[in-house]
């Protein structure tokens, strides 16, 4: 019975999931709570689902602020599943996406070697980027995911920046998604989130 105890204790542990991301997660220009970090929160405990959500999202940041700081994050948390939202402001400045695409991978390898899962979340940039860089950083996503074997969200913004209406779910910058629209996005990352779970 000891033996069978202490199965249970261990299948109770709660899980932790660790997002690194940029504004988009850290709640920028909305109000505390209303984001899809958040949002996931309240998922996963109405999901009776056991995992811990821990935001290590910074508005502003890059891919290579990310990669400057996973070390640490993945040594304090011990994550299962580690979300990777950056490249939006690497694109934003004109960033090389060898860069982009190098850090992301970087990332990735490391916190699977920490033995976490990683699912990646895929940008789009406005039109005005131009047709060519805004494909090839699309793109470096989905290559970086099938060279890693990590999941992907082909597109974070799905449902939200390709809407007919979209500019209602964006604030005045045009840029960060309203309170509104993170139901949308939340929409976006649990199905492949919900596989890294189980």
């Known amino acids: 019975m000891a033996g069978s105890s202490a199965s249970i204790a261990w299948a109770a542990e709660p899980k932790t999931i660790l997002v690194v991301g940029d504004s988009l997660s850290a709640e920028y220009g909305i109000a505390r709570g209303s984001g899809w970090v958040a949002l996931l929160e309240q998922k996963l405990a109405a999901e009776q689902i056991a995992a811990r959500v821990v935001n290590a999202s910074i508005s502003g940041d890059t891919s290579s602020g990310g990669r400057s700081r996973l070390a640490a994050l993945l040594k304090n948390h011990q994550p299962a599943v580690v979300v990777i939202e950056l490249g939006s402001n690497d694109a934003l400045r004109g960033l090389s996406l060898d860069m982009t695409e190098a850090n992301l991978t970087a990332m990735t390898q490391a916190a699977q070697k920490a033995g976490a899962r990683v699912?990646?979340?895929?940008?789009?940039?406005?039109?005005?980027?131009?047709a060519d860089y805004g494909k090839r950083f699309h793109a470096l996503y989905a290559k970086v995911a099938k060279a890693e074997g990590a999941a992907l969200v082909p597109f974070f913004l799905q449902g939200v920046a390709d809407r007919p209406d979209a500019l209602k779910l964006f604030q005045p910058d045009r840029i960060h998604p309203t309170a509104e629209a993170h139901p949308i996005i939340l929409g976006n990352v649990w199905p492949e989130l919900r596989k890294l779970l189980r």
């Open 119 to 130: 699912l990646l979340t895929g940008m789009h940039m406005p039109p005005n980027y131009g």
